[in-house]
């Protein structure tokens, strides 16, 4: 049996062997990440831990954050999480929102209370992680909490006291004393939310502790009715989902297995939004990509050579080599002849840029 941490030297170890560097220009860097990136929406992050709310907000020059064990590369440090790799997660901005990628050996992340290896997070919404024992909220939301209503005809409804809000059925709604909640109420800074999955709508916790009003305990998805009463903090809220919603018992104890999605290679369109996702083979898999239909992936461009570069799959990460090509293969910016590459990063070849990422 591999401990965690012979794991972990291995890694470095097959890093080492394929990290070679390359002298790219700086100023080309820059400007195809300022590219990649464009204007960066600003999140928000609280670390929620001993019953109390810590902020880990970065500016919005940075693009990219880091979680895990490692006190050099890791933005925010969990040193105390057994099974936690180096860099277990990363949460970066790509193509006009923030994707959360977990990028660690083992799939260890809850999002909203449903176990999954990404997710992403668009302008004016929220999620929870988990990750291990350390539970997090990240949010979109400005303090104005602009709601566009045009982007989903599916809505529901929130009476806190006497107030009436309609959501859309695709955003998250915090509950907590926190200004960046959608419901304020006294009490914790975050208490709960309100997310769907599927056909449903559901109550989630972040805190341990907290139980939905019918006993049942918030710490796992509770799935909702159609008309929900329960009380959070000192506040009354009755919830109205739409007449097409489901409530389907034991439906958060049949999830599919979201940790076990195959990686892809996620295309960035020119327009900035997400586009084609190219499907990698399993661990042990050695393919070629280029312009050449002979090639395992095969895409039409002229920037791309024939055979462009070669991909040998390790896992839940990948190796690329350089197959010679004309306009190069670059990393993160930086020009690559042989790399190993994580979910998360940005790959560019010749002009097509793609992101390392899972299928769900």
């Not at 959070?232 to 409530?247: C, F, I, N, S, V």
């Amino acid at each position: 049996m591999i401990s965690s941490n012979n794991k972990c030297d291995d890694m470095d170890r097959l890093q080492m062997l394929f990290e070679v560097p390359d002298d790219t220009n700086p100023i080309f860097k820059q400007c195809l990440l300022n590219e990649i990136y464009g204007n960066i929406t600003p999140i928000y992050i609280y670390r929620l831990e001993d019953d109390k709310c810590f902020d880990c907000s970065f500016g919005i020059e940075k693009n990219t954050i880091k979680i895990g064990t490692d006190p050099v590369e890791a933005d925010i440090i969990l040193d105390h999480e057994p099974g936690m790799s180096k860099i277990q997660l990363v949460i970066k901005f790509i193509s006009k929102q923030w994707f959360i990628i977990e990028c660690g050996e083992t799939c260890m992340m809850l999002v909203n209370g449903i176990k999954k290896r990404q997710t992403n997070l668009k302008p004016e919404n929220s999620c929870v992680l988990k990750v291990g024992k350390t539970s997090f909220v990240l949010s979109t939301n400005t303090p104005e909490h602009k709601i566009d209503m045009n982007t989903s005809s599916r809505k529901f409804k929130v009476e806190a006291g006497a107030e009436s809000i309609d959501y859309p059925f695709s955003k998250t709604v915090l509950i907590g004393s926190n200004p960046i909640c959608d419901i304020c109420t006294e009490g914790d800074d975050f208490m709960g939310l309100i997310s769907s999955f599927g056909n449903s709508l559901y109550f989630y916790s972040p805190a341990d502790g907290q139980f939905y009003t019918e006993g049942k305990s918030a710490e796992r998805p509770v799935p909702l009715s159609l008309e929900n009463n329960f009380v959070l903090g000192a506040t009354q809220l009755k919830l109205y989902a739409p007449e097409d919603a489901k409530k389907i018992p034991g439906a958060f104890s049949l999830l599919p297995d979201y940790s076990a999605s195959h990686l892809v290679l996620m295309q960035l369109t020119e327009e900035g939004e997400i586009g084609k996702k190219l499907i990698l083979p399993g661990k042990g898999h050695s393919i070629f990509l280029g312009r050449d239909k002979e090639n395992y992936l095969s895409i039409e461009n002229s920037k791309i050579s024939r055979k462009h570069v070669q991909i040998i799959m390790y896992g839940n990460s990948i190796v690329l080599v350089d197959c010679e090509s004309t306009n190069g293969t670059f990393v993160n910016g930086d020009k690559i002849i042989k790399k190993l590459v994580y979910p998360g990063d940005l790959i560019m070849f010749g002009d097509c840029k793609y992101v390392l990422a899972y299928s769900e």
